[in-house]
């Protein structure tokens, strides 16, 4: 299986359903991908590398507080990338 991030692959998932929430946001590659590392590196990673490991991580990601904790982070990054997009967009208001 090799080495997973699993807060990486939620944040991910996360991601596609909060970019709804924003019709204004450019989304484009690069504006989802700094959305992306500045939510990531504000949460903890969780390393797996076992499929069980997975399941187990997901799970505990899944709980209300965690999840809380990275929609804040995700949602922060929006409104960071949203007023001032590096792909050249026009910057917004979230």
Not at 1 to 17: F, I, P
Not at 65 to 71: T, V
Request: aromatic share 6%.
């Amino acid at each position: 299986m090799g080495v997973t991030n699993v807060a990486m692959e939620v944040a991910q998932r996360e991601y596609k359903s909060l970019r709804e929430t924003f019709p204004k946001f450019c989304g484009c590659d690069t504006c989802r991908g700094d959305v992306l590392i500045y939510a990531l590196n504000r949460l903890t990673p969780h390393y797996v590398s076992t499929r069980q490991g997975e399941i187990l991580t997901a799970l505990s990601l899944a709980s209300d507080q965690e999840k809380a904790r990275l929609d804040v982070a995700l949602l922060d990054g929006f409104r960071k990338v949203a007023g001032a997009p590096r792909c050249g967009a026009k910057p917004t208001a979230l």
